[in-house]
């Protein structure tokens, strides 16, 4: 099956996402590479291979108990400090 760009804008009004023209040709082509790697994908011969069920488990550290800086000496620390906070450029427009 292959992307054209009528599904790809189809996609992005779903999404409520505007692509220009420009964008628009760009990911009508990544996604059509994409198929085509999992064409490849579906062409690999898995007989004998067990699926895998459930989730695997992540081993972390256990949780442990430490000192911390009180927040006066935080603030002293800090390069800009309002309050009783420490003020970071804005990070969105």
Not at 31 to 53: A, F, N
Request: hydrophobic share 35%; net charge negative; charged share 35%.
């Amino acid at each position: 099956m292959a992307i054209d760009k009528e599904t790809v804008e189809y996609v992005s009004r779903l999404a409520k996402i505007r692509l220009d023209e420009k964008e628009l040709g760009e990911y009508t082509n990544q996604l059509d590479d994409i198929l085509d790697h999992i064409k490849v994908l579906e062409g690999v011969d898995t007989k004998g291979v067990e699926p895998q069920y459930g989730i695997l488990q992540t081993v972390m550290r256990e949780d442990r108990i430490a000192e911390s800086l009180e927040q006066s000496q935080v603030l002293q620390n800090a390069p800009d400090v309002e309050g009783e906070y420490i003020k970071v450029k804005p990070v969105l427009e």
